[in-house]
């Protein structure tokens, strides 16, 4: 069973291993700095997403507080739509989803793309 335990632990290594490379490889700096540029024009950043990154939206939150940038984030999906439905020019949207198919946060993004708001999606 040891054998087993320090085997799968190995496995599961490699993957977060291939994970991060992929990242790295795929991760585009110039697009990263157009969005800090965005982020840093805004009076006000909407945050939404669910599950596991929830946790992480609020240590962006608390980050963007140091350098002063109001950061608006709602837990349910139905505070997240009022949220969006409010939203105008003045604000930038981040989109966090873990699976390109979350139908909640996919819903929730159609009300400031009709408002013409700048959106930005991160996917893993």
Not at 76 to 93: E, K, L, M, P
Request: net charge positive; hydrophobic share 35%.
């Amino acid at each position: 069973p040891y054998e087993t335990h320090v085997g799968l632990a190995k496995k599961l290594t490699e993957i977060c291993l291939d994970s991060i490379r992929s990242t790295r490889e795929s991760f585009h700096y110039g697009r990263m700095g157009n969005i800090v540029h965005c982020i840093m024009k805004s009076s006000v950043v909407d945050v939404y997403g669910e599950g596991v990154f929830s946790l992480r939206r609020f240590e962006f939150k608390n980050n963007m507080m140091r350098i002063r940038r109001r950061v608006w984030i709602e837990m349910g999906v139905t505070q997240q739509s009022y949220q969006a439905i409010n939203s105008d020019s003045s604000r930038r949207v981040i989109f966090i989803s873990h699976s390109e198919e979350s139908r909640n946060v996919i819903r929730v993004a159609r009300a400031p793309k009709k408002r013409m708001v700048a959106i930005t999606p991160i996917t893993s």
